[in-house]
């Protein structure tokens, strides 16, 4: 929880006033969004769009002022977490099931800080599996397509039932193995007819703060 903590807080302190922040998903994200909250209460002047319902309900509590995305065209900095972070900052996004909106936010950012433990860190992705976000239509099918690929598809279930994304559709979880060329395989799961968006995001980081158990944290 500390090195979550340590990564999320530091990542808040390139915050300024008057800028647009994109609020990432997930338990390192929280601390991102908590630490944001405070410093709204002693003044800072932000406003944020939220990465999923379950980010949107918090910054509501928090009383973090929140913007639609569609009435703005860009965002300063996003902070959001991720499940790994290679050496050259490609990510695998979506243990949660929010990566669809995650990259949407991501690709309006100017900034992107990606905050995460060291047990994210790899040399190579692929050690978890890659969350697609696909439509409930025909998805047994789809799925299938996946496989051909090169993976094992695993459909989420949460609950005794096909986990459902905030977007109303399913999330396949993909053991590819080690990922040798992520781009190439971006490219080839997106094309498949059913898949909305997929976990792998290449090269959309801009900072990468890695934190430890002892409270320090690496910027790179
Ligand atoms: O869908 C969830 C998001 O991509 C999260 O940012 C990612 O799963 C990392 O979450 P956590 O910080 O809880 O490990």
């Known amino acids: 929880m500390e090195s979550k903590r340590a990564a999320a807080e530091k990542a808040v302190e390139y915050i300024r006033n008057g800028m647009i922040i994109g609020l990432g998903t997930g338990s390192t994200a929280y601390w991102a969004i908590q630490k944001l909250g405070i410093n709204i209460k002693d003044g800072l002047r932000v406003k944020a769009v939220a990465t999923s319902i379950h980010t949107e309900n918090l910054a509501k509590e928090l009383k973090i002022p929140l913007i639609s995305i569609s009435e703005i065209e860009e965002i300063d900095i996003t902070v959001d977490g991720a499940d790994e972070v290679d050496d050259e900052w490609n990510l695998i996004k979506g243990g949660g099931g929010a990566h669809l909106r995650e990259k949407i936010v991501a690709s309006m950012s100017k900034e992107l800080i990606i905050v995460v433990d060291e047990s994210k860190k790899v ?60 781009r190439e395989l971006h490219t080839a799961i997106n094309s498949i007819p059913g898949v909305v968006e997929n976990g792998l995001f290449i090269k959309m980081a801009t900072k990468v703060i890695i934190g430890y158990q002892d409270g320090s944290v690496k910027e790179q």
């Open 123 to 182: 040399n190579r992705l692929g050690k978890f599996p890659l969350p697609v976000e696909i439509v409930i239509f025909n998805y047994e099918n789809t799925q299938k397509k996946l496989s051909t690929l090169g993976c094992v598809p695993q459909l989420r279930i949460r609950d005794n039932k096909p986990f459902l994304t905030d977007n109303g559709n399913y999330i396949v979880d993909c053991d590819f193995g080690s990922i040798g060329q992520p």
